[in-house]
């Protein structure tokens, strides 16, 4: 809403006045000025003014004002605005014409994209939101869905998995999740589904529309029923050329640190751990005092006491080795240039960007490596979309899209699989485990090894275990150098046949998108060394940890992959009086090969629309969608997907027509059938999956074998979603608007494995025959409200709010009832998706713990997996038989998929400055984080601030707080699935900020330049999750030891030409 | 006007239907991509062959190969302490030592490696496929009858052996599944089958085997290898039979005369057909090779008859070994004293089976009725007063030559390359650098090197190391030599079976002559005739415990011989280690101690494996009985 004072004047039209060599035409011609302001008086910059009948016009300044040479003395000016209703003024021979534009809250927020089109907003019937790039432009995510968290009503987008460069991927779930299979909603780009959300820039998109309910997803047939995310990218407009340029500096680092402990804290609590568990301390009094005081014993007049003094602190370190791994401030860089305009005959929008993300790791430099192992990414993006009126009825677009991404890290070759997520995982994870008291990362001079070689800091760590050192993994195995390219490309014709009838067009559309990749790989072979430090006699050795000859060689792999789409529409759009019809028809084939080693991919399909409109008061819609995938069998291949809708905008009857209060007010409701065919990455799974393959002995066969695979289901089919969504738009006053919907989705026929077939009839459960045989139930509601208010003539204020809520529940997933003697007869029926099991904690028995007393209590519980030690959690026996065991496992937790997820913006600006505040939760999910990351027992222990209130006899006999059981050395009855190890994931952040500053016009006008602006902004900047125990890690990241999310604050400033 | 938009619009209309309505059945079909049907598989001989190869797909790895190289019920047994249990502590050892498993949460079902483990899934796999086999290879396509014999006894073999390793992991909650069941069948009448029934059924299907002339009694070209044989059936039916007629699953039944009579029919084909004890030295490598540091024949010959493959020829090398599983048994870098690249030291031979290896003179070190004073923690061995030659104080000397090839003892010395520099506290070894050379495998508490230490993995926590399957040219600077593979079937354990099953059935003299001719392979005297029944079968089973230390037999044989009213504390509790003070003199002093802390996992439930949650309830729904081992 930026009808006021368009701070990004992007949108402003600027019309080419052609007419102005026009004299003679008319003999009376007048030039007419004049004032446009609304009705408040304030004036309105940016508004079209037209002479009827022709293309000449101009456009009001910055003070309103307008001026119109050349003006037939009869001529009608048509005076157009966003958001007001047009006005068209007969001249009459006036050479002044002062008028105010009056708001159309119709018109507030003119159109919005639909599937495979545009309608006027007051025409929706079904569940749609959107969200304008100028929100998402704040956000410093590489990856636009990313920005989209808390920013659309309905929308979950989680980075479940962190945030390596180059593979911070979403995870999206619209309306939360109803399925036991694939959820992801449908991504299309300028109406294609494509997957490259991840890379799309920004600056190349128009607006981003979310489809919600059966209405504006049942077009979309078997691909619809997770929702739909409409992306569309900018295309250019009638005017003189607009030049901008965005440049932006950032800084990153992670969200969350562990404070790992130091030295001698270490080792108290490692002792603590193995005492509890039976074993001798590992450190004795003697050691620990030489981490307290390295320089005992040293003569402070010895000539060579700094060196030997450096040396003890170098052998009896404190190191911190989460500092020594992990960068503090890494740099990120965005540049974006884009240029649009047109005439009639050609519309222009050019974009082009460049990226670079630096990581958070610390390698070392190139110097010294001769070789960059560094985690980075750079990406360049291009984009070119030109439209051509070839004549008054036809035109035509060509869209290209491309980008190149270079995403360097170091060598993963040395990971099992290669796996690149691997490599991340296990630095984190040595950055904890890695011991305070473990000298290091680099050999040092005087000990018959060479300086500054790598030193493995895992000695220490686990003892004898040669598993890979961080510091080698960093930096010494190499460096891997991803590249991906890939161009989306469309070509589409648009006839307009109102020759035929009036109304009707034809569009056609090919498109062809095209990926490819391709990997280098420098491989080293490094040796290492590891340190050995007697402290009885304060005596240094090193050895070779592991031997290797210096080389280095290169490794090289590529992949491609395309994506085909033909779509061909019918479209009908005509007024008859009160009466408005639209109606649509088109049909799609899909093809693509998905670049594994797969058979292409195909689907096809036809879809249709037809709306009625009844004087703007009465809207219906009906949809359908038909389609085919070949991933079924012939008699189940096509599937018929309808849906219904209707509106009453009961503001445009005449009882509310003229109503100060409820200025707008809409009554929306719909129902349909969606489907969804992803199924887990399978295909083909009507036919039997057997195979030739590979056997035991090359005597039979000539080693051949038979494998028998996946059984086929000849009926197989897909998913139905059966949707109802009711929702209400209203506006209050002139600044509240808001919109709520509330739905309700049954979905039926989900592909499962059976789960009541025994084991021992012989074929491996995973290889019976899915069926259809799951059912969910998923609702919930979402709320949006607006506020906007020009408070004076240099201040704006405006807010935005999104909160939405779903819960699902597992209806069918072909469960047997466990007996009696269980708590619990069922763990999926009832219950969520990714609903958690475990032992319940009864935290009001001793707060939770063991103590000798209670343990010494002859009628106390056992537990069938383990015996307890004083300080160990007490386990409800839930099914009161005396034995903490299976039967006592109970629903912890509300599983995986937040419930609550919400938003909220507050933007001011006042004169040149601005100012916005976003702020992004999500809440009500739990997940399960094991072992490393959040257990103590990992290696020789690794212990993170909870641990270090953890239950002791003097701790509990003082009443002092307690926030973790009594350390162990090793996996216990603690570290079963608990209630305390199901964590609360409840956050909120303050996700972005940002503060901008226009300089005036005038002072920049000698540059050439329009508009120039200055900000700073902050990304993940606060986090507050204060029911999440494990404070050291990102409650938003799926892995205790991923990458996780970065905080970001970043310069820059945008520019117009 | 109308006219010049015609063409436009049959073009796009044109192409619209082109690329979307034409032949839309064609384009989603499926292009093929080499799935086959199973009636097509048994129309054709090659297809026959190849199901019948995948058949073989499901032989466990067993040896080390059981999770993350570790040897699986070696340490669950009280043969070995394993050194993952505390480094590694969740998975296999760390869950069963601290009884930190239940039906819904075992380290069989969760850690499985080259067919160790998930036994339950993939036993009742390779079943089911073998069942299908030989319901369809007497209809199938088959071009050679030859061919069609061998491969019948084949799949009979496979699903005997497949049931066998079914019955000693858990015990008996068992159908019989002589035909291939659909998935979708009625299951709601399933009856379990009797301990002895399965054994019948796994009988019957050895005999089947062993009635085709067509099944070999040897592989003896290396095309074939690991492929079963006549010898296979024999051993399975003598291992099975021995276990029906044992106390914990003869139910009251006394089935002794018929396992006798199978074992020794089973010993005396085989060695009709060839088979033979290895009983000389073969290889140079340790033949008057002094950097094995073996005393005698007896000790090289035991040594390496485990340290080499078995050969596919007719006149083998081995003639002992009936089956070994085909898969690698991985680098010896990552077990034992062997772990010469520090990291693990793995399985380490507990004070108990220390314990078991006699003098040289044939006298038991304690009385072998009751070993321990302290019957649990076994902290105060009961000596045998016979035994004379026993030092408590200096106890590896004298001792059957099969000790000194299985087990690394304080003392013991081992050449290879070691892979660090001595530091001052290794007393009977520095000055050394890193480097190939001899050195003193010295095991007092305190040894930085190869001292015991109670956490870290590269330690023993006994105070031993595992000898027997290591290799003396393992300890090169770069690792070559592989483990051998796990030899599952030899003739000795048919020599114990029959030794074992005889006396139990009063052959006194056959029992006499079986365990006897074990004995004088490594050079030990026979047992003393005029020993009672008791007396004699608790000799052939401390034989038994000795001869097949370590290859995964000490585990179930402690329980067959179970007794309804005791539990497995006796044996499965506390494991004790050698704790050994180094004097300042350079003498040691020898105590015992226990390892850590007591295993959890003694009680009777531990007996048997726990049949996994799901399968139980769902057989509960549909049976209305309760599938579940006992105290699970």
């Known amino acids: 809403m930026k009808k006021r004072f368009?701070?990004?004047?992007?949108?402003?039209?600027?019309?080419?006045?052609l007419c102005l060599y026009s004299f003679g035409v008319f003999a009376q011609n007048v030039t007419v000025r004049g004032l446009v302001s609304d009705t408040q008086g304030e004036p309105l910059i940016g508004v079209t003014v037209r002479i009827e009948g022709t293309s000449q016009g101009t456009i009001t300044g910055m003070d309103g004002r307008y001026v119109l040479a050349n003006t037939p003395s009869d001529a009608t000016l048509l005076f157009s605005y966003v958001g007001t209703k047009p006005q068209a003024v007969k001249v009459n021979g006036r050479t002044t014409i002062n008028i105010t534009l009056v708001e159309d809250v119709e018109m507030l927020e003119?159109?919005?994209?639909?599937?495979?089109?545009?309608?006027?907003?007051v025409a929706v019937t079904g569940a749609i939101s959107s969200v304008s790039t100028d929100e998402l432009r704040v956000s410093s995510s590489a990856s636009i869905a990313n920005a989209l968290a808390g920013r659309v009503a309905g929308l979950t987008s989680m980075q479940r998995a962190g945030g390596r460069p180059g593979a911070d991927d979403a995870t999206m779930y619209l309306r939360g999740a109803a399925t036991l299979n694939g959820v992801t909603p449908l991504i299309l780009i300028d109406g294609v589904p494509r997957d490259n959300i991840r890379t799309i820039d920004v600056n190349e998109v128009e607006s981003i529309s979310v489809l919600k309910d059966a209405s504006a997803t049942s077009v979309f047939g078997v691909r619809g029923a997770n929702g739909v995310l409409i992306i569309t990218t900018k295309r250019g407009k009638v005017g003189k050329p607009e030049l901008s340029v965005n440049v932006t500096q950032s800084y990153s680092r992670l969200t969350r640190e562990p404070d790992m402990p130091g030295s001698v804290e270490y080792m108290h609590l490692r002792n603590q751990a193995l005492v509890n568990d039976g074993f001798e301390p590992a450190f004795t009094p003697e050691v620990i005092a030489k981490f307290e005081n390295p320089l005992a014993g040293l003569d402070p007049n010895d000539p060579d006491y700094e060196e030997k003094a450096a040396l003890r602190k170098w052998m009896y370190p404190d190191n911190d080795w989460y500092d020594i791994l992990i960068a503090r401030w890494s740099p990120q860089t965005n540049v974006n240039a884009n240029m649009s305009g047109g005439t009639d005959k050609i519309t222009y929008f050019l974009n082009v960007g460049y990226l670079h993300q630096g990581g958070n790791m610390k390698t070392l430099s190139e110097d010294i490596l001769k070789y960059d192992p560094s985690f980075k990414l750079d990406r360049y993006t291009f984009r070119s979309n030109v439209d051509y009126n070839v004549t008054k009825w036809l035109s035509a677009y060509l869209n290209l899209g491309t980008y190149i991404e270079k995403v360097n890290m170091p060598n993963p070759g040395v990971m099992y699989g290669g796996d690149r997520n691997w490599l991340v995982r296990d630095m984190l994870y040595q950055a904890q485990a890695i011991l305070p008291i473990s000298p290091g990362p680099l050999t040092i001079a005087g000990f018959g090894v060479p300086a500054n070689k790598p030193l493995d800091p895992t000695y220490l760590t686990s003892g004898h275990y040669a598993d890979r050192s961080p510091v080698m993994i960093m930096n010494w195995y190499g460096y891997n150098l991803d590249t991906r390219s890939n161009l989306n490309s469309s070509f589409g014709l648009n006839f307009k046949l109102d020759a035929i009838t009036e109304g009707l067009e034809l569009r056609g559309m090919i498109s062809y998108d095209a990926r490819g990749n391709s990997m280098t790989r420098g491989n080293m072979r490094q040796t290492d060394y590891q340190a050995f430090v007697d402290p009885e006699t304060d005596e240094l050795t090193f050895s070779v940890h592991e031997l290797h000859q210096d080389n280095?060689?290169?490794?090289?792999?590529?992949?491609?992959?395309?994506?085909m789409n033909l779509q061909g529409q019918l479209l009908y759009n005509r007024a008859f009086g009160k009466h408005s019809v639209a109606g649509m028809l088109r049909a799609e084939r899909d093809y693509w090969d998905s670049g594994g080693a797969a058979i292409p991919f195909n689907v096809l399909g036809m879809a249709g629309r037809a709306t009625y409109d009844f004087d703007s008061r009465y809207f219906a819609e009906v949809d359908f969608g038909y389609n085919g995938s070949e991933q079924f069998a012939p008699v189940k291949r096509f599937g018929f997907f309808p849906s219904a809708s209707v509106g009453w905008v009961i503001s445009n009857e005449s009882f509310l027509l003229d109503n100060p209060l409820i200025t707008f007010l809409k009554l929306r409701g719909s129902y349909g059938k969606v489907g969804n065919d992803q199924q887990g990455g399978y295909r083909f799974l009507y036919q039997d999956d057997i195979r030739v393959g590979g056997g035991f002995s090359g005597s039979l066969a000539a080693g051949k074998g038979i494998?028998?695979?996946?059984?086929?289901?000849?009926?197989?089919?897909?998913?139905?979603?059966?949707?109802?969504?009711?929702?209400?738009?209203?506006?209050?006053?002139?600044?509240?608007?808001?919109?709520?919907?509330?739905?309700?989705?049954?979905?039926?026929?989900?592909?499962?494995?059976?789960?009541?077939?025994?084991?021992?009839?012989?074929?491996?459960?995973?290889?019976?025959?899915?069926?259809?045989?799951?059912?969910?139930?998923?609702?919930?509601?979402?709320?949006?409200?607006?506020?906007?208010?020009?408070?004076?003539?240099?201040?704006?204020?405006?807010?935005?709010?999104?909160?939405?809520?779903?819960?699902?529940?597992?209806?069918?997933?072909?469960?047997?009832?466990?007996?009696?003697?269980?708590?619990?007869?069922?763990?999926?029926?009832?219950?969520?998706?990714?609903?958690?099991?475990?032992?319940?904690?009864?935290?009001?028995?001793?707060?939770?713990?063991?103590?000798?007393?209670?343990?010494?209590?002859?009628?106390?519980?056992?537990?069938?997996f383990g015996t307890p030690i004083p300080g160990d959690f007490v386990y409800k026996d839930l099914n009161g038989d005396g034995i903490v065991d299976d039967k006592d496992q109970a629903p912890i937790g509300v599983g995986h998929i937040p419930r609550y997820s919400f938003g909220a913006s507050f933007s001011a600006h006042w004169k040149g400055f601005d100012a916005y505040i976003f702020f992004q939760g999500l809440a009500k999910f739990n997940s399960t984080f094991a072992h490393q990351g959040t257990y103590e027992t990992v290696l020789r222990g690794t212990y993170f601030p909870y641990h270090k209130q953890s239950w002791t006899k003097e701790r509990w006999e003082k009443g002092e707080k307690i926030t973790y059981p009594a350390l162990h050395s090793q996996t216990t009855?603690?570290?079963?699935?608990?209630?305390?190890?199901?964590?609360?994931?409840?956050?909120?952040?303050?996700?972005?900020?940002?503060?901008?500053?226009?300089?005036?016009?005038?002072?920049?006008?000698?540059?050439?330049?329009?508009?120039?602006?200055?900000?700073?902004?902050?990304?993940?900047?606060?986090?507050?999750?204060?029911?999440?125990?494990?404070?050291?890690?990102?409650?938003?990241?799926?892995?205790?030891?991923?990458?996780?999310?970065?905080?970001?604050?970043?310069?820059?400033t945008n520019i117009k030409f | 006007m109308i006219k010049q938009y015609t063409t436009p619009i049959i073009a796009l209309l044109v192409l619209v239907a082109g690329f979307s309505l034409h032949s839309c059945s064609d384009v989603l079909n499926q292009a093929p991509d080499g799935k086959i049907t199973l009636e097509e598989v048994f129309q054709d001989d090659e297809k026959v062959a190849a199901y019948l190869n995948s058949c073989y797909l499901y032989i466990p790895a067993e040896g080390k190969n059981y999770f993350f190289w570790m040897r699986g019920p070696v340490d669950w047994s009280d043969e070995a302490w394993d050194t993952d249990a505390e480094a590694e502590s969740w998975i296999t050892s760390g869950q069963l030592y601290s009884?930190?498993?239940?039906?819904?949460?075992?380290?069989?079902?969760?850690?499985?490696?080259?067919?160790?483990?998930?036994?339950?899934?993939?036993?009742?796999?390779?079943?089911?496929?073998?069942?299908?086999?030989?319901?369809?290879?007497?209809?199938?396509?088959?071009?050679?009858?030859?061919?069609?014999?061998?491969?019948?006894?084949?799949?009979?073999?496979?699903?005997?052996?497949?049931?066998?390793?079914?019955?000693?992991?858990?015990?008996?909650?068992?159908?019989?599944?002589d035909e291939p069941k659909g998935y979708a069948d009625d299951f709601s009448g399933t009856e379990r089958s009797s301990y002895y029934d399965v054994v019948q059924f796994i009988i019957q299907d050895c005999n089947a085997a062993l009635s085709s002339p067509e099944l070999p009694w040897r592989i003896t070209s290396g095309h074939e290898a690991y492929r079963f044989t006549k010898a296979v059936a024999e051993g399975i039916k003598s291992r099975m039979s021995l276990y029906a007629a044992s106390p914990l699953y003869n139910e009251g039944g006394n089935y002794w005369e018929e396992a006798y009579q199978v074992s020794k029919s089973a010993l005396s084909n085989l060695l009709a057909n060839g088979y033979a004890l290895y009983d000389k030295v073969n290889y140079s490598s340790w033949n008057n090779n002094p950097d094995v540091h073996l005393p005698n024949d007896g000790a090289k010959l035991f040594n390496e008859y485990f340290c080499n493959n078995m050969g596919f020829e007719t006149n083998p090398t081995d003639k002992e070994t009936i089956y070994q599983t085909s898969a690698g048994q991985d680098w010896i870098m990552t077990e034992g004293i062997g772990a010469v690249m520090g990291y693990k030291s793995g399985s380490c031979p507990s004070q108990e089976i220390v314990d078991c290896f006699e003098t040289i003179d044939g006298q038991p070190i304690l009385d072998l009725a009751k070993p321990y004073l302290d019957e649990v923690t076994h902290l105060k061995p009961n000596f045998n007063p016979n035994n004379t030659l026993y030092d408590e104080q200096n106890p590896y000397e004298n001792r059957d030559p099969r000790f000194y090839a299985s087990i690394y003892y304080n003392g013991s010395l081992r050449t290879c390359y070691w892979i660090f520099d001595e530091t001052t506290e290794s007393v009977e070894n520095y000055p050394a650098k890193k480097g190939y050379r001899t050195r003193v495998v010295a095991t007092w508490e305190g040894e930085p090197q190869t001292g015991r230490h109670p956490t870290t993995r590269k330690a023993t926590r006994t105070g031993y190391f595992l000898r027997k399957f290591l290799h003396p040219n393992s300890g090169q600077e770069v690792v070559t030599a592989a483990h051998a593979r796990a030899k599952v079937l030899r003739l000795g354990e048919v020599y114990l079976n029959l030794a074992e099953a005889a006396a139990e059935a009063g052959h006194t003299q056959e029992a006499y002559n079986a365990v006897n001719t074990i004995r004088r392979r490594v050079g030990m005297p026979d047992l003393p005739q005029g020993l009672s029944k008791d007396q004699l079968i608790l000799r052939i089973r401390n034989e038994r415990r000795v001869e097949l230390a370590f290859e995964a037999h000490r585990y179930f044989d402690v329980r067959r011989w179970h007794k309804p009213n005791e539990d497995l504390e006796k044996t499965d509790r506390w494991i004790t280690a050698a704790k050994i003070t180094r004097n300042d003199d350079g003498t040691y002093t020898y105590n015992r101690g226990p390892v850590s802390r007591e295993r959890l996992c003694y009680q009777n439930k531990f007996l048997w494996f726990p049949i996994p949650m799901n399968d139980v309830n769902i057989m509960l729904a549909l049976t209305g009985e309760n599938w579940q081992n006992p105290g699970w």
């Open chain 1, 110 to 121: 003119d159109v919005v994209v639909v599937a495979y089109g545009v309608q006027k907003k």
């Open chain 1, 973 to 1052: 009855v603690n570290h079963r699935t608990n209630s305390f190890f199901v964590f609360d994931r409840d956050l909120v952040r303050l996700k972005n900020f940002e503060i901008g500053y226009t300089l005036p016009k005038n002072s920049l006008k000698v540059l050439g330049v329009s508009d120039m602006r200055l900000f700073f902004n902050g990304q993940n900047v606060l986090t507050w999750s204060p029911k999440f125990r494990p404070y050291h890690l990102d409650p938003e990241n799926d892995d205790s030891i991923g990458y996780p999310q970065t905080t970001i604050f970043s310069f820059g």
């Open chain 1, 552 to 563: 280095f060689w290169m490794s090289y792999g590529q992949g491609s992959r395309y994506n």
């Open chain 2, 99 to 177: 009884g930190n498993v239940s039906a819904s949460s075992h380290f069989n079902t969760q850690w499985a490696e080259n067919g160790n483990g998930n036994y339950w899934v993939r036993m009742w796999t390779a079943i089911r496929k073998c069942s299908v086999f030989l319901a369809n290879i007497d209809e199938a396509t088959v071009k050679s009858e030859a061919n069609r014999s061998r491969w019948k006894a084949e799949a009979h073999l496979l699903r005997a052996y497949y049931y066998s390793i079914l019955l000693r992991f858990f015990g008996c909650p068992l159908p019989i599944m």
């Open chain 1, 6 to 17: 368009p701070l990004h004047s992007g949108k402003r039209l600027m019309f080419l006045i």
């Open chain 1, 707 to 864: 494998n028998e695979g996946l059984l086929g289901n000849k009926v197989i089919t897909w998913e139905t979603a059966n949707k109802y969504n009711v929702g209400v738009d209203f506006s209050i006053a002139t600044d509240i608007t808001g919109q709520v919907d509330f739905f309700k989705e049954h979905r039926s026929d989900i592909l499962l494995q059976r789960a009541s077939i025994p084991v021992w009839q012989g074929t491996p459960l995973n290889y019976i025959p899915r069926v259809n045989m799951g059912e969910v139930e998923n609702r919930g509601y979402e709320i949006e409200l607006g506020y906007n208010k020009q408070v004076t003539r240099d201040l704006f204020l405006q807010f935005k709010g999104q909160f939405s809520y779903n819960r699902n529940k597992r209806l069918n997933v072909d469960e047997v009832p466990r007996d009696d003697t269980y708590a619990y007869k069922y763990r999926g029926t009832g219950y969520p998706l990714g609903q958690n099991w475990g032992y319940v904690i009864d935290w009001d028995q001793d707060g939770g713990y063991w103590t000798e007393e209670t343990l010494a209590d002859p009628d106390r519980v056992t537990y069938a």
